[in-house]
Each structure stands twice: as structure tokens, then as C-alpha cells.
């Protein structure tokens, strides 16, 4: 497939590994980039290597500052790997939409997708922990936290909060409709972009739930996703 492009050339990548090889016009370096990418998602996914073999496991992440954090049951498996300190790959997705050109092999899609390497590290500051997961809580619902009981000391006894720097990044972004060969110009077929909308449904009430919908409820279905 051949990919295409508008975005300006990027700046020089933080790493020979975070250097995009493949399509290196598509790349982007700058944080601003990254810091869109990763606030409009929920879920990354983690690959990291033990005893086992390789692994690559979704989990709940959320950004604060310059750096990603995730959390998870103090027995994971995977948070247990990654505080062994060994190096990780985190990376996000968003596809966008299917890219239609006259030659089979130029088709391509629209994305938005990041990588970061590194390390995790452990919150162990418990004031520092429990800012953590309030910031996750807001990136949910951004003023549920004050409405709801807030961790309990066993709770987060048992969890474990980690974070990665954003210091070793790189971001691969595609946009706009297909580029076609000149000599396939003439094929009669239909060519163009088929957009993916992230669109949001009505909330749905818990039956046992008896309070009124807050602002965050009601205007959940007419927000952008």
C-alpha cells in the first residue's frame, strides 16, 4: 500500500529507535503531537518479554504531564515484568478511516498512532498515587471524582500505579485521500476516503441507580470522542 501524506517534514526523531524508517514522512517528533494522540484514548497496549515469551496486554492508561501511567492488581503479572526494569514498548492507535485508490496496492488507511519506550517506574508517594488515580477518574468522568467514595486505604494498598517517560517517542500519522499512480489515473473506479466516525451513545442507567444524571452523563452523546 502506498501511504500519503501533507504533514510537514518532522523534526529530528529522540532515538536511532524511534526513528520511523518506513514512509519517514508520515513521522512526527514534536511532544504537542504526541500529548493529542494519547489524550484521546482509554486503552494501550504493553509489549514486554519474560520467561514465557513475548507478551502484549491492553490495559487503562492516562497521561499526566510528560509522563503515561497505567495501574493494575499489585499480583499482575505484567506491572511485576515491567518493575523488574526491563525495557517496554507502549503504543496507542486510532484509525481514522480506509483510504480508496484506482491500484489495489495503493490502498492505505487514515491513522494517528504513537510509540514510547522505556521503562516504568513505581508511584510509591502515596499523596502522589492518589493524585494519579483521581487524574484517571477525571480523564473518565471529569468532575466524578468529588461525587463518588473515594479509595479506601486497603484499595490502594492493593494496587499499583506506574508511570513511563514520554522522552523517548515517536508519533506516525496518516491524512487525506489516495495518491494514485499517473498511469492508473485513467481507471474508471470510484476513489476516496471512507471516514471512521468515533461517535458516543446515549448513557444507559444502572437499574438500581435512583440519582439524577449529572452534566458529564447528559452531555456524554454530544461530545467528540
Same mark, same amino acid.
Given at each position: 500500500?502506498?501511504?500519503?501524506?501533507?504533514?510537514?517534514?518532522?523534526?529530528?526523531?529522540?532515538?536511532a529507535r524511534t526513528r520511523v524508517r518506513r514512509?519517514?514522512?508520515?513521522?512526527?517528533?514534536?511532544?504537542?503531537?504526541?500529548?493529542?494522540?494519547?489524550?484521546?484514548?482509554?486503552?494501550?497496549?504493553?509489549?514486554?518479554?519474560?520467561?514465557?515469551?513475548?507478551?502484549?496486554?491492553?490495559?487503562?492508561?492516562?497521561?499526566?504531564?510528560?509522563?503515561?501511567?497505567?495501574?493494575?492488581?499489585?499480583?499482575?503479572?505484567?506491572?511485576?515484568?515491567?518493575?523488574?526494569?526491563?525495557?517496554?514498548?507502549?503504543?496507542?492507535?486510532?484509525?481514522?478511516?480506509?483510504?480508496?485508490?484506482?491500484?489495489?496496492?495503493?490502498?492505505?488507511?487514515?491513522?494517528?498512532?504513537?510509540?514510547?519506550?522505556?521503562?516504568?517506574?513505581?508511584? %510509591? #508517594?502515596? @499523596?502522589?498515587?492518589?493524585? +494519579?488515580?483521581?487524574?484517571?477518574?477525571?480523564?473518565?468522568?471529569? &468532575? /466524578?471524582?468529588?461525587?463518588?467514595?473515594?479509595?479506601?486505604?486497603?484499595?490502594?494498598?492493593?494496587?499499583?500505579?506506574?508511570?513511563?517517560?514520554?522522552?523517548?517517542?515517536?508519533?506516525?500519522?496518516?491524512?487525506?485521500?489516495?495518491? %494514485? #499512480?499517473? @498511469?492508473?489515473?485513467?481507471? +474508471?473506479?470510484?476513489?476516496?476516503?471512507?471516514?471512521?466516525?468515533? &461517535? /458516543?451513545?446515549?448513557?444507559?442507567?444502572?437499574?438500581?441507580?435512583?440519582?439524577?444524571?449529572?452534566?458529564?452523563?447528559?452531555?456524554?452523546?454530544?461530545?467528540?470522542?
Amino acid at each position: 500500500m502506498t501511504d500519503y501524506t501533507i504533514v510537514p517534514s518532522p523534526p529530528s526523531p529522540p532515538s536511532a529507535r524511534t526513528r520511523v524508517r518506513r514512509v519517514a514522512e508520515l513521522a512526527r517528533y514534536e511532544q504537542a503531537t504526541l500529548h493529542a494522540i494519547l489524550d484521546d484514548t482509554y486503552l494501550c497496549h504493553i509489549a514486554f518479554h519474560d520467561a514465557l515469551g513475548s507478551h502484549c496486554i491492553p490495559t487503562a492508561c492516562w497521561r499526566i504531564g510528560e509522563h503515561l501511567y497505567i495501574h493494575g492488581s499489585n499480583g499482575s503479572r505484567m506491572l511485576k515484568r515491567l518493575l523488574d526494569g526491563g525495557d517496554a514498548c507502549v503504543t496507542v492507535t486510532h484509525l481514522d478511516g480506509l483510504v480508496l485508490a484506482r491500484s489495489a496496492f495503493n490502498h492505505t488507511m487514515n491513522y494517528r498512532s504513537a510509540m514510547i519506550y522505556g521503562q516504568f517506574e513505581k508511584v %510509591d #508517594d502515596i @499523596a502522589l498515587q492518589h493524585a +494519579a488515580m483521581e487524574a484517571l477518574m477525571d480523564k473518565l468522568a471529569p &468532575g /466524578r471524582q468529588a461525587q463518588v467514595r473515594g479509595g479506601s486505604d486497603k484499595e490502594y494498598g492493593a494496587t499499583t500505579v506506574l508511570r513511563i517517560a514520554l522522552d523517548e517517542c515517536a508519533v506516525k500519522q496518516r491524512r487525506g485521500g489516495p495518491q %494514485d #499512480d499517473e @498511469a492508473d489515473l485513467a481507471h +474508471a473506479v470510484w476513489t476516496g476516503e471512507l471516514p471512521f466516525t468515533h &461517535g /458516543r451513545g446515549p448513557a444507559i442507567a444502572d437499574v438500581l441507580c435512583t440519582s439524577e444524571a449529572p452534566a458529564y452523563v447528559t452531555g456524554w452523546p454530544t461530545e467528540s470522542a
